[in-house]
């Protein structure tokens, strides 16, 4: 008895593709499962965004006297603040610890689940690796003060400095005088925690 082996090939040829086929399948209930995660997903990425807002609102209202920007970015809320120091100088001023205590407020009674990154500026005068150090501690200046004074947690606030970035410049080159819209912190907000 002779077997033809080209009809047993094609069949388990056949068979092979239909077992892959069937093993890539997603069964409906797998598929409900797939939807049910996307909604909760959106559900909180909505819940996040509502949150961003809320901040947002409730630190434009408190920070309508300072001179402050508030700008809601994704997943992000930025607060530039303008003029916090003197020319080669990382002392924070008397005058701007009202708006860093109405920051640190806001962050402690209704939103510390977030981190603060404390960003610290320079106008140009100076050599760029200066720079980048006065801006250093012009940002830990700040974040020492709103972990010490504004109560907030250590593990949540952070300072890092971009020193004379051109491209984070208020005013283009301006220095002395002129560039005290340069030196300046800006607090970032992201949001870390749970909707």
């Known amino acids: 008895m002779r077997f033809n082996i080209?009809?047993?090939?094609?069949?388990?040829?056949?068979?092979?593709?239909?077992?892959?086929?069937?093993?890539?399948y997603v069964k409906r209930d797998e598929l409900a499962v797939l939807h049910d995660n996307d909604r909760r997903m959106q559900e909180q990425i909505d819940g996040l965004e509502a949150r961003m807002s809320q901040l947002t609102d409730e630190l434009r209202v408190r920070f309508e006297r300072y001179d402050a920007e508030i700008t809601q970015l994704r997943g992000r809320v930025r607060v530039d603040m303008t003029a916090h120091f003197g020319f080669d100088d990382?002392?924070?001023?008397?005058?701007?610890?009202?708006?860093?205590?109405?920051?640190?407020?806001?962050i402690s009674e209704h939103h510390p689940d977030v981190v603060v990154t404390v960003e610290g500026f320079t106008d140009p005068a100076g050599p760029a690796g200066y720079n980048r150090r006065l801006g250093q501690r012009r940002a830990e200046a700040v974040a020492d003060y709103l972990v010490g004074t504004g109560g907030l947690s250590a593990d949540r606030v952070r300072a890092v400095s971009y020193g004379e970035a051109p491209e984070r410049q208020v005013v283009?080159?301006?220095?002395?005088?002129?560039?005290?819209?340069?030196?300046?912190?800006a607090l970032v907000i992201d949001y870390a925690g749970r909707t």
């Not at 094609?10 to 892959?20: I, M, N």
């Open 6 to 24: 080209k009809p047993l090939r094609l069949a388990l040829a056949v068979g092979a593709v239909v077992l892959v086929g069937c093993s890539n």
């Open 90 to 106: 990382a002392t924070l001023r008397d005058e701007d610890k009202p708006a860093l205590d109405d920051f640190a407020r806001v």
């Open 172 to 185: 283009p080159g301006a220095t002395h005088d002129a560039g005290m819209a340069n030196r300046r912190v």
